[in-house]
C-alpha cells in the first residue's frame, strides 16, 4: 500500500484542507508506533528525527515548522522499510478531524515561525504548544466541530462587547463547569488572558513616577525613586512601605511591530496594504486620503528609498482623553494614543478594527506637557522600525518577504 506524501511540501499549511487531513493520516499512523513513555520521533524541520516528542505535540511541531525534506521514507512512524517510498496515492478522502476555524488565525499568527524559507529557519519557541492543545481539545465529549480554544475566544469577545467585569467572567466560567463537568474550559479569567496573550494579544506594563516626571524602564527599570524628583516609585501606608510593590500609576503599551507584521499575514489586508499606491485620487482639487496631499508627497521627495517599496508603513498618531468610570462628577482622564494604518483605502484605515491602541496612559489628570514622557517606549519603537526595519513574510505574493 502506497502512501500519500504530497502534503508535506505544502507552504501554506493552514489554508489548507490537504496538509490538515494529512497530517492527521500521519499523525494515525504513527500512533501505534509510540514507545513505552508515548514518545516518538519528531520530523519537523527543527527536530529532524532527532528529537522525540509525545504525539500530541507532533502535531504543533510539523505545523509550525514544516516536515523535513528528504524524510520520503517513514521509518520511525509506521511505514514498512520495503515500501515504495516514490509513489503516491490519493490521501485521506475526508476530514479526519473536522477543522477548526481557529486553525486559520493560528496560521495567521505563527506565520512567521511557519514558514522556514521565508524568514530563515524556524523558530525554537514552542508558545503555541498550548493554543495547539486548546485547539485540539473538544470543547466537551462528542462535540468536534467546535474546539476548547474557539470557544474561549469568542466567550472572551463577548466580555469584551458587553462589558463584563471579571469577576462576572469567573463566576460564568464557574456556572458552566458546574453545569457541564466534562466541560474543556479554563478556570478563570486569569487562566484566559494568559492563553491569549500567546495569541499576541498582550502588553508591557511600565511603571510611572507620581508626578508624571519619568518611566521607570530600561535605565530606570531597577529604581526605587524617581531619577528627576526623587518620589517613591510604590506606594507608601502612613508614610511607610506596606510590604508589597504596588506602584502610583502604571503605563500600558502595546506593542507595534507585532501587529504590523499581522496585517502582512494574510493574504487579504496584504493586498490592501498596497491601495495607496494605486488608489490616489485623479482629481487634483478633491483629497480624499492623505495620499492625495501635498505633504504625503514631499515626504516621497525626501526619502525616496522608504518611498521606492509601497509595503513600507505609513501611519497616523491621535490621543485624545475620557472618563472610563461613566461618571462626570468624578475627575478622571484617561489617554488612549491611537495610530491608523494610512496605506489602507479610505474606507478601511478608519474601522474600529483597524485602528491600533499603542498606548494607555493612566489619570486621574491628563498627561499635559508630560505627554512625551509617556510616548517614549513608542517613538523608541518607531525609531527602531525606521532605522532597521522588520523583516515580515508578505501573504500576497510567494515567498514575499522585506
Request: charged share 25%.
Amino acid at each position: 500500500m502506497t502512501i500519500d506524501k504530497s502534503w508535506t511540501t505544502i507552504r501554506r499549511r493552514g489554508s489548507s484542507n490537504e496538509f490538515w487531513n494529512g497530517l492527521q493520516h500521519f499523525l494515525q499512523m504513527a500512533k501505534p508506533f509510540v514507545n513505552d513513555r508515548g514518545f516518538i520521533k519528531c520530523p519537523c524541520r527543527r527536530c529532524l528525527n532527532n528529537a522525540s516528542h509525545q504525539l500530541e505535540d507532533l502535531e504543533s511541531h510539523i505545523f509550525r515548522n514544516g516536515f523535513m525534506f528528504g524524510y520520503n521514507q517513514w521509518i520511525h512512524h509506521g511505514e514498512p522499510a520495503t515500501a515504495n517510498a516514490g509513489t503516491t496515492v490519493a490521501g485521506p478522502s475526508g476530514g479526519i478531524h473536522e477543522r477548526d476555524e481557529m486553525f486559520d488565525v493560528l496560521d495567521d499568527i505563527i506565520s512567521e515561525d511557519a514558514d522556514e524559507d521565508a524568514v530563515g529557519g524556524p523558530s525554537s519557541n514552542d508558545q503555541y504548544d498550548d493554543l495547539f492543545a486548546a485547539l485540539r481539545s473538544e470543547l466537551y465529549p462528542g462535540v468536534s466541530s467546535f474546539s476548547s480554544l474557539n470557544f474561549l475566544v469568542k466567550l472572551m469577545h463577548l466580555k469584551v462587547l458587553n462589558k463584563w467585569t471579571n469577576k462576572s467572567f469567573d463566576e460564568l466560567l464557574k456556572l458552566l463547569k458546574l453545569a457541564f463537568p466534562k466541560i474543556d474550559l479554563v478556570e478563570s479569567h486569569y487562566e484566559a488572558k494568559k492563553l491569549m496573550t500567546k495569541m499576541g494579544l498582550g502588553y508591557s506594563s511600565i511603571h510611572v513616577c507620581k508626578n508624571d516626571c519619568a518611566l521607570f524602564w530600561k535605565e530606570n527599570s531597577l529604581k526605587d525613586t524617581c531619577p528627576v524628583c526623587s518620589e517613591s516609585r510604590w506606594k507608601l501606608q502612613s508614610g511607610k512601605w506596606s510590604g508589597k510593590n504596588v506602584p502610583h500609576k502604571v503605563l500600558r503599551y502595546f506593542p507595534v511591530g507585532p501587529r504590523l507584521k499581522r496585517l502582512f499575514a494574510t493574504s487579504k489586508t496584504a493586498k490592501l496594504m498596497r491601495w495607496h499606491s494605486t488608489g490616489k485620487s485623479k482629481d487634483n482639487d478633491v483629497m480624499r486620503h492623505p495620499v492625495d496631499g501635498k505633504s504625503w508627497q514631499e515626504f516621497d521627495k525626501r526619502h525616496p528609498q522608504f518611498a521606492g517599496d509601497v509595503r513600507n508603513v505609513r501611519l497616523g498618531l491621535a490621543a485624545d482623553g475620557f472618563n472610563p468610570f461613566g461618571n462626570m462628577s468624578l475627575s478622571y482622564s484617561m489617554w488612549p494614543v491611537v495610530l491608523t494604518t494610512y496605506n489602507l483605502p479610505p474606507w478601511i484605515c478608519m474601522k474600529a478594527e483597524y485602528l491600533m491602541l499603542s498606548l494607555l496612559i493612566p489619570g486621574p489628570q491628563s498627561p499635559g506637557k508630560d505627554m512625551d514622557v509617556f510616548l517614549r517606549p513608542l517613538i523608541d519603537e518607531l525609531k527602531e522600525l525606521w532605522v532597521h526595519g522588520l523583516d515580515t513574510r508578505d501573504a500576497a505574493y510567494e515567498n514575499g518577504v522585506f
